[in-house]
């Protein structure tokens, strides 16, 4: 059924139902698929009576460069951070649906790798979560659109909203790392020089970063009371919560100490000096962390490391010890 | 709350949260939202235990033009285009998610126009049915993807592949007049031209279409066998359900006169002639109409002309009388 291009042959050059039969066979399956592509919409399960569902739009450009990340990483990153904002719900994540747009030039080669991208993500991070439908566009750049949904499993979401004072402030995945890589990317001037740092974790962390899906359910079933994804950088996200469930935030040196030792190895190396690596901790973006807060009573699931306390709401939403955190924040239209 | 910008800033001036502020109050509300707007994901009620999804992407340049689209009339457009797809399976649209891609020069009063002609959409289209959810991004082109939501209360979704032998074909809508309406745009030199025309039916069709979104449930009610979105063209699209179904299927002249009928005094009125306004109607895109198939027995629920007969899989997929139609399409990359 699938016609024999050769590689090489652009969207503009092909029907859309060919296009179709070369990506389709790639994408993941999703268990909770009842009716697939083919129709004009997919109907999908939602076993306990609700749906959680997140969109996200990449860009070429402000969001990712074809120098940098191949297809196959494009692919696997929006799958990942679709992924990540289902999860931070306290949901098990069950499907995507997905609108991509490209200039009629691009090579059918880059939606095959784009396609191949998402099935590891799924795969990787989420086995049972596939691609139920989509839609194909002429863009002036590549641009994709992941639609995700999720499953509570019958428990309460997971939201900004439910910090208690008195609750311990604990993340899972890595905080600062895709900042440093998008930083070691920023300095490189060609495509060797790209090449030779893709071996680094600090940049696989930004081309295709692996979230802890899995632990946004084994935080909301050990009793988390609030929980995000980090993906603007850890204290402007922490701001966010702190304002959303009416509380302060405070970090402690050793919670950000031991974040920071956790990259510390490779960012050392990469020549990022202790102070960078703790701005980057608190600041940079990306991360795609899981930000939980926990009752102080509760042990921690595996995978969560304690940064710190919520405390009662004070003059400032985030603390580092006593010290005032200033808030920085990311703006999607000013990079 | 909302910050005091003057109209005619642009997003690149503004901070993300004060986009948002100005857009959200404009955007219609969805009577299945559990959870809104504020964290990582929405919750949207599922009471059947399934939902329907469909994923469309709109770009400027291939999509919709600025010189002929007000912003009301992109976000209106989008906005029924996708709900035409979940009536098409049968279901009753609950919400929508946004997504939406501008260059950071774009004024802040094409969003709130955008945001206007989706809530527009909702309510006229599908009351209940509103927006839960989106994202923002940077884009070379404005860039619109709309997920939207459909709940089928317990019945079986319709399809492209039930159409029987015996079965009546019928259509809901308006067939052809979104292409006439096109066809005038594309032959209009300047703003003032574009400006005289919009009164024409033909032209509201093309920049706002109204599809017959509530009789997606009326056709599922009554024992339609199969349904699909006219989207590509009636015969395009006559051809696709034919092949899903196994059938081949008969268009009438009686039928297609009456669909012609419909649309010919302000057709003939804009110089369109008899054989245009057919070939439109066989051919043009972008219709909306809703096609479905009902079994010979069935008195059709109002707003259905029948335009023919489902026959047993003959040599071509589509029959015009005795005639075999060529089937002619339209690829998203070659426009």
Redesign the interface.
Known sequence: MVPDFENGVS??E???AD?LARIFPRLPESAST??GP??????????D???????????E???FRQEWSRPEDIGFKIGAVNL???A??G?APTAL??????P?ETDIDVLEGIADGLRLACEQLAPGCGV??????????L?L?V????D?GGRA?L???GAQPGDVIAVAGQLGSAGMGLELLFATENADEVESIKGSSLVAAQLRPHPPIALGVSASTTGATAA??VSDGLVLDASRMAK?SGVSMVFDELGIARAAAAIAPEATNRGFSDEDIVEHVLYSGESHALLTTFPADQVLPLGFTPIGLVIKQSAEPVYFGNRSLPIR???????
């Open positions: 969207l503009g092909m029907a859309e296009v009842l009716l083919g129709d004009d919409a997919a109907v999908l399960a939602a076993p009576g609700r749906f959680v569902v997140t969109t996200d739009m990449m860009v450009g402000p969001d990540a904002d289902v931070a719900m949901a649906v997905v609108a991509l747009g490209a009629p139920v439908g989509g839609d194909l566009s002429s863009a002036p750049a641009t659109t639609t995700a949904f999720g509570l979401p939201t900004r909203s995000m994804d959303a924040g990311w703006n999607p239209f000013i990079y």
